[in-house]
Each structure stands twice: as structure tokens, then as C-alpha cells.
């Protein structure tokens, strides 16, 4: 059973940076990506960024070029360095690995989330303007 422990949520001014880390534990090696996720008030989860196994990385179009996605795979640990935020970033951020999505040929770490079958709880993240 795959845990997945999220840290490092805050609040923080526009303009400011927060790395959330999320810590994971158990079997690991089925879950081909890793991804983070988040959740403002009345409105859906989004995927925000994945890494797949060779580190290849994904993100939203709104978050490109200030967050960046990585892991540190002795410590299994992933995490999201959050730079230039905007109070739209405000939401719960979620950790979560899964598995690759395939369409056609070609398989890869999709910021959807159907292919995700492990979550953490969450950590909140606030950016006030």
C-alpha cells in the first residue's frame, strides 16, 4: 500500500515562493508517475504537474515557467518548488502517483486524474494579493 504524506503548504504574498515536498512510502515501483494536483473553493481538481520514471516533466499551461516539478528518488521523495505565485495558485495541493495514460501508441504522464490511483491528504496553499 502506496502512503503519500504532502508538507510545506502556507501562506504567502503574491510574488512569493513555497517548495511543498510529499513524502512516500510503501510499494512505489508500479506507480510509473507522480504528479501534484490541486483544488481551490467550488471549483474541480486539476492536474498541475507530473514526472514520469525517466523525470520527464508536464505542466499546466498556467503554472509553466514558475513551478517545477522534481524528486529525489533515495528519499521518495517528489516535490513542487512554487516561485512568482498569484493568488489564482490559492488551493489545496494534492500528491499522487498512478500510472502512465495511453491513447493510440504512445503512453505518458497525463495531468489527468483517472490514471492516479494513490492520493495524500493535502496541503493547503493561500497567496494573498
Known amino acids: 500500500q502506496v502512503q503519500l504524506v504532502e508538507s510545506g503548504g502556507g501562506s504567502v504574498q503574491a510574488g512569493g515562493s513555497l517548495r511543498l515536498s510529499c513524502a512516500a512510502s510503501?510499494?512505489?515501483?508500479?506507480?510509473?508517475?507522480m504528479g501534484w494536483f490541486r483544488q481551490a473553493p467550488g471549483k474541480e481538481r486539476e492536474g498541475v504537474a507530473t514526472?514520469?520514471?525517466?523525470?520527464?516533466?508536464s505542466y499546466t499551461t498556467s503554472v509553466k515557467g514558475r513551478f517545477t516539478i522534481s524528486k529525489d528518488n533515495a528519499k521518495n521523495t517528489l516535490y513542487l518548488q512554487m516561485d512568482s505565485l498569484k493568488p489564482e495558485d490559492t488551493a489545496m495541493y494534492y500528491c499522487?502517483?498512478?500510472?502512465?495514460?495511453?491513447?493510440?501508441?504512445?503512453?505518458?504522464?497525463?495531468?489527468?486524474?483517472?490514471?492516479?490511483?494513490?492520493w495524500g491528504q493535502g496541503t493547503q496553499v493561500t497567496v494573498s494579493s
Open positions: 499522487s502517483a498512478g500510472s502512465r495514460y495511453c491513447a493510440g501508441h504512445s503512453c505518458w504522464c497525463a495531468l489527468l486524474q483517472d490514471p492516479y490511483n494513490y
Open positions: 510503501g510499494y512505489t515501483y508500479s506507480s510509473y508517475c
Open positions: 514526472i514520469d520514471l525517466d523525470d520527464t516533466t
